[in-house]
Every structure is written in C-alpha cells, then in structure tokens.
Nanobody, 125 residues
Framework: QVQLVESGGGLVQAGDSLRLSCATSGLTISNWAVAWFRQAPGKEREYVAG???????TYYSNSVKGRFTISKDSKNTVYLQMNSLKPEDTAVYYC???????????????????WGQGTQVTVSS
C-alpha cells in the first residue's frame, strides 16, 4: 500500500526558508516519479518540483527555479527545500507519486495516482 505523508509546513515571513518532507512507504522512489505540487485558494493545483521515474532528472516550475531544491534520501523520503519564500508561495503543498508517468506529462497532476494529505505553507509579507 502506497502512502505519502508530508510535514514541515508552517507560517513564515517573506525571505525565510522552510524544508518540507514527504515520507513514502510502499514504493521505491528510485524508480517512481515523485513530485511536489501546490494549490492556493481558488487556484488550480500546480507543479512545483519533482524527479523523473529514473530519479536521474529533476524538474522545476519557472516560478520556483533557483529558490527551491528537491532532494531525496536512502530512506525513501523526498524533501523540498524552499528558500527566499514569497507571499505568492502560500499554498497547500502536496507530495505525489506515480510509477508510470512519462516525461512529457510529468507536470500534469492527473498523471499521478498517489497523493499525500498536504501541508500548509503560509508566507506573510
């Protein structure tokens, strides 16, 4: 049974940093696509960052490139280091995983079968 559990969200000020964690079970992140998405109130869920299925490639949305870094460890946990946070980064952040998503669709939420419950990130100005 695949489970994804996010943690690390909170309330911070603009310019601060946060690190989100996604603890996974029931899968091996070395051969699954694992990604972070976010959803702000009234907006669609959007891709933030993620790994390809092989784990050898990383992808970032233009809005976070250079500020956020995705990483993983040997315990099947995926992290999202968020630096220089902005108020527009405020959202619920979700971890997602799928074993068959292809590169051309890697930023599409509907391509991911498994999701965590989300963790709230609020950035005040």
């Amino acid at each position: 049974q695949v489970q994804l559990v996010e943690s690390g969200g909170g309330l911070v000020q603009a310019g601060d940093s946060l690190r989100l964690s996604c603890a996974t079970s029931g899968l091996t992140i070395s051969n699954w696509a694992v990604a972070w998405f976010r959803q702000a109130p009234g907006k669609e869920r959007e891709y933030v960052a993620g790994f390809s299925r092989s784990g050898s490639n990383t992808y970032y949305s233009n809005s976070v490139k250079g500020r956020f870094t995705i990483s993983k460890d040997s315990k099947n946990t995926v992290y999202l280091q968020m630096n220089s946070l902005k108020p527009e980064d405020t959202a619920v952040y979700y971890c997602a995983a799928d074993r068959s998503v292809i590169t051309s669709h890697i930023m599409v939420p509907s391509q991911y079968d498994y999701w965590g419950q989300g963790t709230q990130v609020t950035v005040s100005s």
